[in-house]
C-alpha cells in the first residue's frame, strides 16, 4: 500500500517552502474550530504532535495548520513522520466551519468515530485524506457537494454502506482510494474525466459494472478481493491507459478482449474470476506481470504472451502444445514464472536433460500429459503429474463441441 503522504497535494509542498508565508490575526470562527478539533483528539504515546497547539500563541504557527491571511486553508494532523504512532480520539464537526480549508489529512492512527456530515460545508476542499485509522459508519452523501474535491482517501478504516451516487457525479475528481473497508452495494459511476486512480479493493461490492460507467482516463484500476460480477469486456476496451488493472477475485465472465494486452500495463491481475473464452493478445505482449490463472479460459496458448516475464495460466482449460517459443524464453531466463498446471495441455517440446535457470520456475502439473522434466511447483499444484485419461478424454469432446459452437 503506498503511504498516504505520496499523495500530499501541490499546495501543502508550496506552503512547506514559504515558511515566511504572512497572516494576520486567526479568524475567531476558525480560532474556536481548531479548539474543537483539538479537545476531540490527542496524542498517542509516543506522538508529540500537539505539543506546538498552545491557544496563548498564534494559531497559524500550529504544527500542520497553514494559513492564507487570516484563515485555515490547509489542516495535516498528526506527524508525517514514518513510524510515527499518530492521533487517537474523534473528528470534531467543527472541522466543517473551516470555511477556506483545501486540504485536510489525518496520519495513520487510532481515529474512531463517523466522519462528520460537516465536510460537506468546506466548498473549497481539494483533498481529503483520512486512511489506516478506525473510522466507521456510513461515507457521507453530502460529500457530493465538494465541486472541487480531486482526491478522496478513507482507505483502511471500517467504513460501512455504500459509495454514494453523489460521489461518482463530482467532477473534479483525480483519485478515489477507498480500498480495505466493509463497504457494499454497487460500484456508482464516475463521471470526472480527470480520474486516474480508482482503488476500491478488499470491501464487499457486489453488482455489475456498465461498460460507460468508468472514464477512460483512468490509469490505476483495483476492484480486488469483492464480489462483483457480469461481463466486463465492454468496458475494458475503453481504459486504454491503465498502467495497473487488478480485478482478481470476483465473479466476472465473459471474455477478455484481445486489444487490452496492448495497453501500456505493468501488471494485469485477473485470477480467480469465471472469465472465459480464448486468449487472443493481437500482438506482442510487453506486460511484465500477466496472471490469468483460475478462470475457465480455453483453447491453446498464444505464441503472443511469450515476452511475458511473470506468467500465470494455471487452472484453466487450456488445450494443445505449449508454444516453442515460451520454452526458448524460459530456457534463456525471459521468463521467470510459466506455471502451465491444471489445464488440458497435450504437450510441450523441451529436452527431459535440461537444465531450468535457477530464476525461472516451470510448472506442467496434472495435464494431459507426462511432464517430460521434474521441476519444483507450488504445494497447491498437488501431488499428480498428470490428469485421469478419462477427464482428457472428456474434456476433448467438450472442446470439438464449443469450437462446432463458436464456428457455426
Request: net charge neutral; proline share 8%; aromatic share 10%.
Amino acid at each position: 500500500m503506498i503511504p498516504f503522504f505520496v499523495f500530499l497535494t501541490p499546495l501543502f509542498f508550496l506552503l512547506l517552502q514559504n515558511s515566511f508565508f504572512v497572516h494576520g490575526i486567526l479568524d475567531p470562527i476558525d480560532f474556536l474550530a481548531l479548539q474543537a478539533i483539538r479537545k476531540g483528539l490527542d496524542d498517542l504515546p509516543g506522538s508529540n504532535y500537539f505539543a506546538s497547539w498552545d491557544f496563548t500563541s498564534e494559531p497559524c504557527n500550529f504544527a500542520g495548520v497553514y494559513c492564507d491571511g487570516d484563515k485555515v486553508i490547509a489542516l495535516n494532523l498528526g506527524d508525517p513522520r514514518a513510524g510515527s504512532p499518530g492521533l487517537t480520539g474523534n473528528l470534531d464537526p467543527s472541522i466543517g466551519k473551516l470555511s477556506a480549508l483545501a486540504e485536510f489529512t489525518v496520519v495513520p492512527g487510532r481515529i474512531t468515530g463517523a466522519l462528520p456530515e460537516s465536510f460537506s460545508q468546506l466548498k473549497n476542499l481539494r483533498f481529503l485524506g483520512v486512511s489506516r485509522n478506525f473510522l466507521s459508519g456510513d461515507i457521507p452523501a453530502s460529500l457530493g457537494l465538494l465541486r472541487e474535491l480531486q482526491t478522496l482517501d478513507l482507505s483502511f478504516n471500517q467504513l460501512s454502506g455504500s459509495i454514494p451516487w453523489a460521489i461518482g457525479a463530482l467532477p473534479a475528481l483525480s483519485n478515489i482510494i477507498l480500498c480495505h473497508n466493509h463497504l457494499s452495494g454497487s460500484i456508482p459511476p464516475f463521471v470526472s474525466q480527470r480520474l486516474t486512480r480508482l482503488d476500491l479493493k478488499h470491501n464487499s461490492l457486489s453488482g455489475t459494472l456498465l461498460p460507460n460507467s468508468l472514464p477512460s482516463s483512468l490509469q490505476y484500476l483495483s476492484l480486488s478481493w469483492n464480489q462483483l460480477t457480469g461481463p466486463v469486456d465492454y468496458l475494458l476496451t475503453r481504459l486504454n491507459q491503465l498502467n495497473y488493472l487488478d480485478l482478481s477475485l470476483n465473479r466476472f465472465t465473459g471474455c477478455i478482449p484481445g486489444i487490452l494486452f496492448t495497453f501500456p500495463l505493468t501488471n494485469l491481475q485477473l485470477q480467480r474470476n469465471l472469465f472465459s473464452g480464448p486468449v487472443l493478445p493481437i500482438s506482442q505482449v510487453t506486460i511484465p506481470t500477466v496472471d490469468i490463472s483460475f478462470n475457465r479460459f480455453f483453447g491453446e496458448i498464444s505464441p503472443l504472451l511469450s515476452n511475458v516475464e511473470n506468467l500465470y495460466l494455471n487452472n484453466n482449460r487450456f488445450t494443445g502444445q505449449v508454444p516453442s517459443v515460451l520454452v526458448d524464453r524460459l530456457l534463456s531466463a525471459g521468463i521467470q514464472v510459466l506455471y502451465l498446471q491444471h489445464n488440458f495441455l497435450t504437450g510441450i517440446e523441451i529436452n527431459p536433460t535440461v537444465e531450468i535457470p535457477v530464476s525461472s520456475s516451470l510448472c506442467l502439473q496434472y495435464n494431459c500429459m507426462i511432464p517430460p522434466v521434474q521441476t519444483a511447483c507450488p504445494l497447491k499444484a498437488g501431488r499428480q503429474k498428470s490428469r485421469p485419461t478419462n477427464q482428457c478424454v472428456e474434456w476433448k469432446g467438450k472442446k470439438s463441441e464449443k469450437t462446432n459452437n463458436i464456428t457455426g
